[in-house]
């Protein structure tokens, strides 16, 4: 799971976060795996489904405290009453909630803007993001989705496609390798991951990114194809790309 995530963004390398910083994580989709694992999943739609339907899975929000320890960081869904000042970092986790078939489907009325359809994610990092704090931004979705607006709120950005139980796989990449307890997370001697034992980012895009809300040639031939991010796109840590 950890390889098919994707790194769309990470100016002033705000990844990988290192252990004993206060981790404010904020957004619907840190703490439920229904909206890891999406539709088609116990139930139809997924909508049903609850936490403790997943006996041994693991959220996102597991993984980070698992990195962090528990004592360095508070989770708030939509950050009303928080002080983002008193935070190192923000890991917001935001997406798209379950669904299968047509019940996914966007209509004729509207675009592939995700936050059209889903303003609470849009509101969440509103509300951290331009604060001094670096906002890490991962988002789980079922498709591309064009998400300009979040990710100009985000000094990192990862998509996280529906990576299903296992949320601490996501932590693994997001932090340096060394848990709560101080002691190095094992495996992983690739090129860049080697000197902190940290998990590199590994996947790049199997298709193109929208690059506005309309777009629908993604096609590497398409003549009018001009996608945000092209096919093969997918940073890793120690570039020196900038998103702006």
Same mark, same amino acid.
């Given at each position: 799971?950890?390889?098919?995530?994707?790194?769309?963004?990470?100016?002033?390398?705000?990844?990988?976060?290192?252990?004993?910083?206060?981790?404010?994580?904020?957004?619907?989709?840190?703490?439920?795996?229904?909206?890891?694992?999406?539709?088609? %999943?116990?139930?139809?739609?997924?909508?049903?489904?609850?936490?403790?339907?997943?006996?041994?899975?693991?959220?996102?929000?597991?993984?980070?405290?698992?990195?962090?320890?528990?004592?360095?960081?508070?989770?708030?869904?939509?950050?009303?009453?928080?002080?983002?000042?008193?935070?190192?970092?923000?890991?917001?986790?935001?997406?798209? %909630?379950?669904?299968?078939?047509?019940?996914?489907?966007?209509?004729?009325?509207?675009?592939?803007?995700?936050?059209?359809?889903?303003?609470?994610?849009?509101?969440?990092?509103?509300?951290?993001?331009?604060?001094?704090?670096?906002?890490?931004?991962?988002?789980?979705?079922?498709?591309?989705?064009?998400?300009?607006?979040?990710?100009?709120?985000?000094?990192?950005?990862?998509?996280?496609?529906?990576?299903?139980?296992?949320?601490?796989?996501?932590?693994?990449?997001?932090?340096?390798?060394?848990?709560?307890?101080?002691?190095?997370?094992?495996?992983?001697?690739?090129?860049?991951?080697?000197?902190?034992?940290?998990?590199?980012?590994?996947?790049?895009?199997?298709?193109?990114?929208?690059?506005?809300?309309?777009? %629908?040639?993604?096609?590497?031939?398409?003549?009018?194809?001009?996608?945000?991010?092209?096919?093969?796109?997918?940073?890793?840590?120690?570039?020196?790309? %900038?998103?702006?």
């Amino acid at each position: 799971m950890r390889e098919s995530l994707v790194l769309l963004k990470n100016d002033g390398n705000a990844l990988p976060l290192a252990p004993g910083k206060k981790i404010l994580v904020v957004g619907k989709g840190a703490d439920s795996l229904p909206l890891q694992n999406g539709g088609w %999943t116990l139930t139809w739609q997924g909508t049903d489904n609850k936490n403790g339907d997943f006996p041994n899975g693991d959220t996102i929000l597991a993984g980070i405290v698992e990195k962090a320890g528990a004592a360095n960081v508070t989770y708030s869904h939509d950050v009303k009453g928080i002080d983002v000042a008193a935070f190192d970092a923000v890991i917001a986790v935001i997406g798209e %909630t379950p669904y299968a078939e047509g019940a996914g489907d966007i209509g004729p009325a509207g675009t592939l803007r995700h936050s059209a359809r889903y303003p609470e994610d849009l509101e969440v990092l509103k509300a951290v993001g331009g604060k001094g704090k670096p906002v890490v931004t991962v988002l789980l979705s079922g498709r591309p989705v064009y998400a300009n607006d979040l990710m100009n709120l985000s000094d990192s950005f990862v998509a996280a496609w529906l990576p299903g139980t296992e949320g601490k796989g996501i932590a693994d990449v997001l932090f340096t390798g060394v848990n709560s307890k101080g002691m190095h997370s094992g495996g992983g001697h690739s090129k860049d991951s080697h000197s902190s034992g940290r998990r590199p980012f590994s996947g790049t895009w199997s298709f193109a990114w929208p690059g506005s809300v309309c777009q %629908t040639d993604l096609s590497t031939a398409g003549k009018d194809s001009a996608p945000l991010f092209k096919l093969g796109y997918g940073l890793r840590y120690g570039s020196s790309a %900038t998103v702006g």
